[in-house]
């Protein structure tokens, strides 16, 4: 039985002036968007973009995602956002997140995010995995299988 590869992506993000408040402290909200930011850069390098999905007639909304917040980012810092791919049996998509302050190199914030696919055009619930996404966790999570 092969070993199932764990599938990750790090990015930075450069925390902007308008994502603090006036002490210059990054307002907690924006911890979510550096887990987006780590979800685009995800699936650009791992082939499955939010425009991959949606050309083939999917969106992939978030349903549930949280963060526990670990230390505080400043303006200025360079946050490196470290995102998980999870693999799970149902109809979603699974991520956990690690941010790191990249000058210190401590933990800051920790995350989950979980997406369900539904039909771009009619918003219907999909319950069970497109056959695209089947494949693609064939070839990425198994990759032994596939020359």
């Given at each position: 039985?092969?070993?199932?590869?764990?599938?990750?992506?790090?990015?930075?993000?450069?925390?902007?002036?308008?994502?603090?408040?006036p002490?210059?402290?990054?307002?907690?909200?924006?911890?979510?968007?550096?887990?987006?930011?780590?979800?685009?850069?995800?699936?650009?390098?791992?082939?499955?973009?939010?425009?991959?999905?949606?050309?083939?007639?999917?969106?992939i909304?978030?349903?549930?995602?949280?963060?526990?917040?670990?230390?505080?980012?400043?303006?200025?810092?360079?946050?490196?956002?470290?995102?998980?791919?999870?693999?799970?049996?149902?109809?979603?998509?699974?991520?956990?997140?690690?941010?790191?302050?990249?000058?210190?190199?401590?933990?800051?914030?920790?995350?989950?995010?979980?997406?369900?696919?539904?039909?771009?055009?009619?918003?219907?619930?999909?319950?069970?995995?497109?056959?695209f996404f089947?494949?693609?966790?064939?070839?990425?999570?198994?990759p032994?299988?596939?020359?």
């Amino acid at each position: 039985m092969s070993k199932k590869n764990i599938l990750k992506s790090e990015t930075e993000v450069l925390v902007r002036f308008n994502e603090a408040d006036p002490l210059g402290i990054v307002w907690h909200g924006h911890y979510i968007r550096y887990f987006e930011d780590g979800r685009e850069d995800f699936g650009k390098r791992h082939g499955i973009s939010y425009l991959d999905f949606f050309n083939i007639g999917f969106v992939i909304p978030v349903v549930n995602v949280d963060c526990s917040f670990k230390k505080s980012l400043r303006y200025g810092d360079t946050v490196i956002v470290e995102t998980t791919f999870i693999p799970c049996d149902a109809a979603k998509i699974k991520f956990s997140y690690r941010l790191f302050n990249k000058k210190t190199q401590d933990l800051v914030a920790t995350g989950n995010s979980i997406q369900v696919f539904l039909d771009r055009e009619h918003s219907v619930l999909q319950l069970l995995n497109p056959p695209f996404f089947e494949e693609w966790k064939r070839k990425y999570l198994h990759p032994k299988q596939h020359p």
